[in-house]
């Protein structure tokens, strides 16, 4: 692996490699408990606990794992979110995930920035096939597929422990690379 992920410029959000200095601006929504209810994580108790996961999302590298980009929305200098494509298999399969501040929800960052990482995905990681998951109450991820054009495949029961261990059906959404290809063939996907 590289030592650091490829910065990835977008219209209005530069995507690099999660860092230190972005702790305060993480912790800032991850200690927002819709956020973290809504990706699938406990919310932040303090600024050391943004760290640590900070710490844990770069040491996924070491593992094989692509690891973690923060979304800073250039007009801000900020970071705003964070996206990966996390539970990678090289060459054959992904999963799309986000989280973002929610002062920055409706604007459609975490669409704009999710189509540069699947063809970061497709075209340079050579994938098959990005997954994207929500669970079943969370209506704006289900929003976010839809409009990324992602393929409906139906509800996966009882696939999700809570931190709390409560169990959730998700939602599955994905996109092959054959669709990909095609729909930047026939429509605009930037």
């Known amino acids: 692996m590289e030592k650091e992920l490829p910065i990835i410029?977008?219209?209005?959000?530069?995507?690099?490699?999660?860092r230190n200095s972005d702790a305060e601006d993480f912790y800032e929504y991850a200690k927002q408990k819709m956020v973290g209810e809504n990706a699938g994580w406990h919310y932040h108790q303090s600024i050391a606990e943004s760290k640590a996961v900070i710490r844990l999302f770069n040491d996924k590298r070491n593992f094989g794992q692509l690891g973690v980009y923060s979304i800073i929305l250039k007009e801000e200098n900020k970071m705003i979110g964070t996206i990966e494509l996390h539970t990678y298999v090289k060459g054959h399969k992904a999963e799309l995930g986000y989280a973002l501040n929610p002062k920055y929800w409706g604007n459609g960052y975490i669409v704009e920035a999710s189509k540069y990482l699947i063809a970061y995905g497709f075209d340079v990681l050579k994938l098959k096939r990005i997954e994207c998951y929500a669970f079943v109450a969370n209506l704006r991820s289900?929003?976010?597929c839809e409009k990324l054009g992602l393929t409906y495949e139906g509800i996966r029961k009882k696939a999700y422990q809570l931190y709390d261990g409560s169990i959730h059906d998700e939602l599955c959404y994905a996109i092959i690379d054959d669709e990909f290809y095609n729909r930047i063939r026939e429509e605009s996907w930037f």
Do not use: G, Y
Not at 9 to 18: A, G, N, P, V, Y
């Open 9 to 18: 410029k977008t219209e209005r959000l530069i995507l690099r490699q999660i």
């Open 142 to 144: 289900k929003r976010v």
